[in-house]
Nanobody
Framework: QVQLVESGGDLVQPGGSLRLSCAAS????????MHWYRQASGKQREWVAT???????VYADSAKGRFTISRDNAKNTVYLQMNALKPEDTAVYYC?????WGKGTLVTVSS
């Protein structure tokens, strides 16, 4: 059984930074791509970034140049470093692997 637990969400001012973490249980973490999604209030969940098992990264246009996804297979953890945050980045951020989702962590960008 795979469990994903996100952490690191917080209230931050525009222009600030946060690092989200997603810790995965189980022994299959290193063989699958990991993804970050987000869902703002009243909107559909949207994909943010992906890191493959080999470390290749792909980003949504909204995240390019500001966000960095990475993974530490030894720690079964995937990260999302978010810089230059904007109010429109406010959302619950979820990590995903295959059909498994965490419960999310809330990021609020506001002055």
């Amino acid at each position: 059984q795979v469990q994903l637990v996100e952490s690191g969400g917080d209230l931050v001012q525009p222009g600030g930074s946060l690092r989200l973490s997603c810790a995965a249980s189980g022994s299959i973490f290193s063989i699958y791509a990991m993804h970050w999604y987000r869902q703002a209030s009243g909107k559909q969940r949207e994909w943010v970034a992906t890191v493959t098992k080999g470390g290749i990264t792909v980003y949504a246009d909204s995240a390019k140049g500001r966000f960095t996804i990475s993974r530490d297979n030894a720690k079964n953890t995937v990260y999302l470093q978010m810089n230059a945050l904007k109010p429109e980045d406010t959302a619950v951020y979820y990590c995903n692997m295959l059909t498994h989702w965490g419960k999310g962590t809330l990021v609020t960008v506001s002055s």
